[in-house]
């Protein structure tokens, strides 16, 4: 099991850039495919990014693809999702999700196959 904890949501300026981090808990991080989702008000959670185990492949939704990107450090647990060029489109409660089953390309980018959550964290961008 992993607990995952983020951080670095905030309030930004259309065309500013955050990056949230992603902290989890035990000896087997590198065993889980790591994601990030975006819910906005009203709306369903959506797939942003994932990566796999060992940080080869990256995934992305075409709303952030060029604009950003994710990463991991297997040495210190935690999966990164640096976020330019940010639009008042991409407001929303950003979730880290984490699952250690084997997925393909298509598979990365469902809700249900992740197993574990954060609790999230807010990013508000102002026009």
């Known amino acids: 099991q992993v607990q995952l904890v983020e951080s670095g949501g905030g309030l930004v300026q259309a065309g500013g850039s955050l990056r949230l981090s992603c902290a989890a808990s035990?000896?087997?991080?590198?065993?889980?495919?790591m994601a990030w989702f975006r819910q906005a008000p009203g709306k369903e959670r959506e797939f942003a990014a994932a990566?796999?185990?060992?940080?080869?492949?990256?995934y992305y939704a075409d709303s952030v693809k060029g604009r950003f990107a994710i990463s991991r450090d297997n040495a210190k647990n935690t999966v990164y999702l640096q976020m330019n060029s940010l639009k008042p489109e991409d407001t929303a409660v950003y979730y880290c999700a984490a699952t250690p089953r084997v997925l393909n390309s298509a598979q990365v980018m469902g809700v249900i196959r992740y197993d574990y959550w954060g609790q999230g964290t807010q990013v508000t961008v102002s026009s």
């Open positions: 990566i796999s185990r060992g940080g080869a492949m990256t």
């Open positions: 035990g000896r087997t991080f590198n065993t889980y495919i």
